[in-house]
Nanobody, 126 residues
Framework: QVQLVESGGGLVQVGGSLRLSCAASGRTFSSYAMGWFRQAPGKEREFVAY????????DYLDSVKGRFAISRDNAEQTVYLQMNSLKPEDTAVYYC???????????????????WGQGTQVTVSS
C-alpha cells in the first residue's frame, strides 16, 4: 500500500515556475514507477509525465516537453515535477500516481496506476 501527498501548487503568472512534490509512504517506494497527471475543469484527466522505478526512463506529454521535468529521490521517497515557462493552459489539478512494483513499460494511461494522491491546484494567470 502506498499513500501519496502532493504539495507545491499555487497561483503563478504566465512564464513563471513551480515545483510540485509528491511524498510517498511505504517501504518499497523505489520499486514503483511514478506519474503526474492533470485535470482541468470539464476535461478528462491527462498524462503529464512519467519516471520509471529506476529513474532510467522518463516520458512527457508533448505540450510540456522542454518545459517540465520529472525526477525522483528514492531516499526521500519523493517525486518532483519542475514546471517552467508556465502557460494558462497548464492550469489544472495535478495528481501524482504510483504503479504496480517494477513496471517494465512506460505508463501513460491512468488505468495503469494503482495509487493516487489527492491533487494540488496549479493556476496560471495571464
Amino acid at each position: 500500500q502506498v499513500q501519496l501527498v502532493e504539495s507545491g501548487g499555487g497561483l503563478v503568472q504566465v512564464g513563471g515556475s513551480l515545483r510540485l512534490s509528491c511524498a510517498a509512504s511505504g517501504r518499497t517506494f523505489s520499486s514503483y514507477a511514478m506519474g503526474w497527471f492533470r485535470q482541468a475543469p470539464g476535461k478528462e484527466r491527462e498524462f503529464v509525465a512519467y519516471v520509471s522505478w529506476s529513474s532510467g526512463t522518463t516520458d512527457y506529454l508533448d505540450s510540456v516537453k522542454g518545459r517540465f521535468a520529472i525526477s525522483r529521490d528514492n531516499a526521500e521517497q519523493t517525486v518532483y515535477l519542475q514546471m517552467n515557462s508556465l502557460k494558462p493552459e497548464d492550469t489544472a489539478v495535478y495528481y501524482c500516481a504510483a504503479s504496480a512494483p517494477y513496471a517494465r513499460s512506460v505508463l501513460t494511461y491512468s488505468t495503469e496506476y494503482l495509487y493516487w494522491g489527492q491533487g494540488t491546484q496549479v493556476t496560471v494567470s495571464s
